[in-house]
């Protein structure tokens, strides 16, 4: 599996920017897709994740309401549409995969086993 993450950049607070995710598999269908973050510092933290074959999504409660992830089937890109950011958004995010089925809390950034090369966003005041 491999993840290409794109579409970060420098925007003003309340802004807005989307991220992609392109994956080369031929079993997506299995996999379980995340967004994780890293701003300098700090720990990589859960953003949210799609199970690509229900569509079933789960966001980290710090961007509840203002980011979304979206799948595009007949693309294999996974989106992270981020609204409403805030300077303390800043960060390097990454994409990763893992299969859907693997034991591991979904949130741990450790129990996935693919990962994009990060694409950086800054959220200016």
């Known amino acids: 599996v491999q993840l290409q993450a794109s579409g970060g950049g420098l925007v003003q607070a309340g802004g807005s920017l989307r991220l992609s995710c392109a994956a080369s598999?031929?079993?997506?269908?299995?996999?379980?897709i995340g967004w994780f973050r890293q701003a300098p510092g700090k720990e990589r933290e859960f953003v949210a994740h799609?199970?690509?074959?229900?569509?079933?999504?789960r966001h980290a409660d710090s961007v509840k309401g203002r980011f979304a992830i979206s799948r595009d089937s007949a693309k294999n890109t996974v989106y992270l549409q981020m609204d409403s950011l805030k300077p303390e958004d800043t960060a390097v995010y990454y994409c990763?995969?893992?299969?859907?089925?693997?034991?591991?809390?979904?949130?741990?950034?450790?129990?996935?086993?693919?990962w994009g090369q990060g694409t950086l966003v800054t959220v200016s005041s």
């Open positions: 598999t031929h079993s997506i269908s299995s996999l379980m």
């Open positions: 799609i199970r690509w074959n229900t569509g079933s999504t």
């Open positions: 990763a995969a893992r299969n859907s089925f693997r034991i591991g809390y979904f949130a741990d950034a450790s129990s996935y086993d693919y």
